[in-house]
């Protein structure tokens, strides 16, 4: 049986934290990195570890330092203090865990839950799909459409790629980042299965910052880094990707979701400014630019 674990980065969230821990049954080990030490003394289980930080480290920091100092696994799921996991969930991903050899990452899908904990969205793989690298890039290849606690790494592969990028991002990013770097690097299989529920907040940093310069000069770096990679780690016969069309159809998704934020908080004249703020991508997807100058 492989060992699965779910690290938990938290900040002073005590009840979210103590929701999601009770959908992780006790067979499955939980590592929390306290960031801040807000949850001394409050768990006692046996599955259970916890790390306290009396200095408040960065978000993604604290994520990096929720898998660095975590017990000894085979596979890790990394998972906001936030989300939840589905009833009986566990069991469907240990049985498919353990079925599968030689596999780097498992996607499973999640719902999207607002703070009332309603289902707002949901991803899901319409079927089952093995890749090798680096073709599991082509199913998020414009975007990264399932969340971190619905994916689980086999840890030793993790720690051969790195994990999250806390020096270049701050608020956004990383994670895709490190999901994409993942399928261009190892061996994946998509499931299609619904596991979690990540959170979506209204009034959240991602609505105070995607319609800024900052939120798209990180979605550049990301973009950057994965052309980078791909370029020193691809033979000619694997790099066949269309990086021009990839870099601007990120970029180009990200402003029009800044846009539509604007416009749906009626921020009508930040439309405008916030547009020609932005470099234009001219190679993403010509039903993409017709979106963003429909929002205009």
């Known amino acids: ?33 306290d ?14 570890t916890l790390v306290h930080h009396d200095k408040i480290y960065s978000m993604f920091e604290n994520w990096n330092l929720s898998i660095i100092n975590a017990p000894k696994c085979d596979f890790i799921a990394i ?31 999640n719902n999207f839950i607002n703070e009332k904990d309603e289902i707002i969205g949901q991803y899901c793989p319409k079927e089952y799909k093995i890749f090798n690298a680096p073709e599991g890039l082509n199913e998020f290849l414009y975007g990264v459409d399932a969340r971190m606690p619905s994916i689980f790494f086999k840890k030793t592969f993790l720690d051969s790629i790195g994990y999250f990028d806390d020096s270049n991002f701050k608020f956004t990013a990383a994670d895709s980042e490190l999901i994409q770097r993942a399928l261009l690097l190892g061996k994946v299989v998509f499931i299609p299965k619904i596991v979690s529920s990540y959170r979506v907040w209204s ?26 990679l791909a370029n020193n780690k691809l033979s000619s ?27 749906k908080n009626r921020n009508y004249k930040k439309v405008w400014e916030h547009f020609t703020s932005c470099r234009y991508p001219k190679n993403a997807m010509f039903k993409t630019k017709i979106r963003i100058f429909k929002t205009l």
């Open 35 to 48: 960031n801040g030490s807000f949850s001394k003394d409050i768990f006692n289980q046996n599955n259970l």
């Open 79 to 109: 998972t906001s203090d936030d989300d939840l996991y589905e009833v009986d969930s566990f069991y469907i991903i240990e049985k498919i865990i353990n079925s599968y050899e030689d596999i780097d990452m498992f996607i499973f899908g």
């Open 237 to 263: 016969s694997q790099n066949t990707f269309d990086w021009k069309k990839y870099k601007d159809e990120i970029y180009a998704r990200n402003l029009l979701g800044g846009l539509n934020n604007l416009y």
């Open 203 to 228: 009034g959240s940093e991602t609505d105070k910052k995607i319609a800024t310069k900052e939120w798209m000069d990180q979605i550049d770096i990301w973009t950057n880094k994965i052309i980078k």
């Open 1 to 33: 049986m492989k060992k699965i674990l779910v690290a938990i980065p938290t900040y002073n969230r005590i009840e979210l934290l103590k929701k999601l821990i009770k959908t992780i049954p006790n067979n499955v080990d939980i590592h929390i990195s």
